[in-house]
C-alpha cells in the first residue's frame, strides 16, 4: 500500500531546499527585481511629501521571509529619497527565516538610518497582538510578497493592513498571476493535494473581486516569469522530483501520488496552459501579479 501524500511543509528542510531550486531553476527574483528597479519608484513617488519628511519613514513588510526582497525594495526608496529615516517593522512567524534576514541586515553595507525591528509571528498573530493592545500604527508602505497563500482570511487581512496606511500611502501585494501555471495546476488538482499550512490557493485573478467588494482602488501588474521544469519528466531525477513537490506542495509527490494522479499532472504540466516547450526544454509558467491598492 503506498504511504498516504503528505504536507510538504511536513518536512521543513526538504521545502527550503525545494524553494531554494525553485529560486535557482526560475525567473522569479529576476522579474521581481525589475519591478522594483522601474516601476517601484513611481509607486512610492505619490508619497514623497511623507517621505522627506525628517522624522521615520515607517515601512512594514508582511512575510519578509529572509529579506532578499525587503532590502531592494528599501535600497530602492534610500535611492529616491537620500537621507531619509525608514522605519523598516517586518512580521515573519519562521524563526529561521528571522535569523537568516538578521544576517543579510549584518552584510549589508548601505542600510544607514535604517532600523530593523522583527515579529515573530503570522499577519494574523499580529493583528491580534496589535488590537489587543488597542494600537493602531500607521504606515507609509506596506508590502506583502508571496504570503497571501498562508492567510485563512484573504480579504479580510488585505482590509485590515489597508487599514493601517497613512493618507497617501500604498500597500503592495505580489503573487502568482491568474494567468500563470499555478493557477491551471490549482484549479485542476488543487482538491488532491495535501493542503495544511497552505491555506488558500489564491492569485492574482481573485483579488480584483475582493478589492472591489472592499470599495478600494488599486492597480494591477503583470510580471512574466518562468521556471525550468525539465528535469521533473526524467524518472529519477533527484531534481526533478523536489520541483516536482514545490509544485504539488506535497512531500515526495513522485513515490507518494496516486500513479494516475501522477500520469494526468505529467500530462498537465506539458500543456500550453502551464508551460512552453523550447529548444527541447518545458519552461512552466511562473508569471507574477503586481497590485498597487490606494488609500
Known amino acids: 500500500?503506498?504511504?498516504?501524500?503528505?504536507?510538504?511543509?511536513?518536512d521543513p528542510d526538504r521545502y527550503l531546499r525545494s524553494f531554494r531550486l525553485f529560486l535557482e531553476r526560475s525567473t522569479e527574483h529576476q522579474s521581481m527585481l525589475e519591478f522594483v528597479e522601474r516601476q517601484l519608484p513611481d509607486v512610492?513617488?505619490?508619497?514623497?511629501?511623507?517621505?522627506?519628511?525628517?522624522?521615520?519613514?515607517?515601512?512594514?513588510?508582511?512575510?519578509?521571509?529572509?529579506?532578499?526582497?525587503?532590502?531592494?525594495?528599501?535600497?530602492?526608496?534610500?535611492?529616491?529619497?537620500?537621507?531619509?529615516?525608514?522605519?523598516?517593522e517586518v512580521i515573519e512567524p519562521s524563526?529561521?527565516?528571522?535569523?537568516?534576514?538578521?544576517?543579510?541586515?549584518?552584510?549589508?553595507?548601505?542600510?544607514?538610518?535604517?532600523?530593523?525591528?522583527?515579529?515573530?509571528?503570522?499577519?494574523?498573530?499580529?493583528e491580534s497582538r496589535?488590537?489587543?493592545?488597542?494600537?493602531?500604527?500607521?504606515?507609509?508602505?506596506?508590502?506583502?510578497?508571496?504570503?497571501?497563500?498562508y492567510v485563512k482570511d484573504v480579504p479580510a487581512t488585505i482590509r485590515y493592513f489597508h487599514s493601517l496606511l497613512e493618507s497617501q500611502a500604498k500597500l503592495l501585494i505580489i503573487l502568482v498571476s491568474g494567468k500563470s501555471g499555478w493557477e491551471t495546476l490549482w484549479k485542476k488538482y488543487g482538491s488532491s493535494f495535501p493542503l495544511e499550512d497552505l491555506c488558500s490557493y489564491v492569485s492574482s485573478a481573485d483579488l480584483p473581486r475582493m478589492l472591489d467588494a472592499a470599495g478600494l482602488k488599486y492597480q494591477l501588474y503583470e510580471l512574466p516569469s518562468h521556471m525550468d521544469i525539465?528535469?521533473?519528466f526524467i524518472e529519477?531525477?533527484?531534481?526533478?522530483?523536489?520541483?516536482?513537490?514545490?509544485?504539488?506542495?506535497?512531500?515526495?509527490?513522485?513515490?507518494?501520488?496516486?500513479?494516475?494522479?501522477?500520469?494526468?499532472?505529467?500530462?498537465?504540466?506539458?500543456?500550453?496552459?502551464?508551460?512552453?516547450?523550447?529548444d527541447g526544454k518545458v519552461f512552466f509558467n511562473n508569471n507574477l501579479g503586481v497590485i498597487v491598492i490606494e488609500p
Open 1 to 10: 500500500m503506498a504511504a498516504p501524500m503528505r504536507s510538504l511543509l511536513a
Open 44 to 88: 512610492i513617488a505619490s508619497n514623497s511629501e511623507y517621505w522627506k519628511r525628517e522624522v521615520y519613514n515607517h515601512v512594514l513588510s508582511v512575510g519578509g521571509g529572509a529579506g532578499e526582497m525587503d532590502l531592494q525594495i528599501l535600497s530602492k526608496i534610500r535611492a529616491r529619497y537620500p537621507g531619509v529615516t525608514i522605519n523598516n
Open 95 to 126: 524563526a529561521d527565516q528571522i535569523s537568516k534576514y538578521k544576517d543579510r541586515v549584518a552584510q549589508a553595507s548601505n542600510l544607514e538610518n535604517i532600523k530593523f525591528t522583527w515579529h515573530g509571528e503570522t499577519a494574523y498573530e499580529y
Open 130 to 149: 496589535m488590537n489587543a493592545e488597542k494600537k493602531n500604527k500607521k504606515w507609509d508602505f506596506i508590502h506583502m510578497i508571496q504570503m497571501l497563500y
Open 230 to 232: 525539465t528535469s521533473c
Open 236 to 278: 529519477g531525477d533527484k531534481d526533478g522530483e523536489l520541483l516536482l513537490d514545490f509544485l504539488t506542495e506535497t512531500l515526495d509527490f513522485a513515490k507518494t501520488a496516486p500513479p494516475e494522479l501522477k500520469h494526468q499532472l505529467m500530462e498537465e504540466l506539458r500543456k500550453p496552459g502551464c508551460s512552453e516547450i523550447r
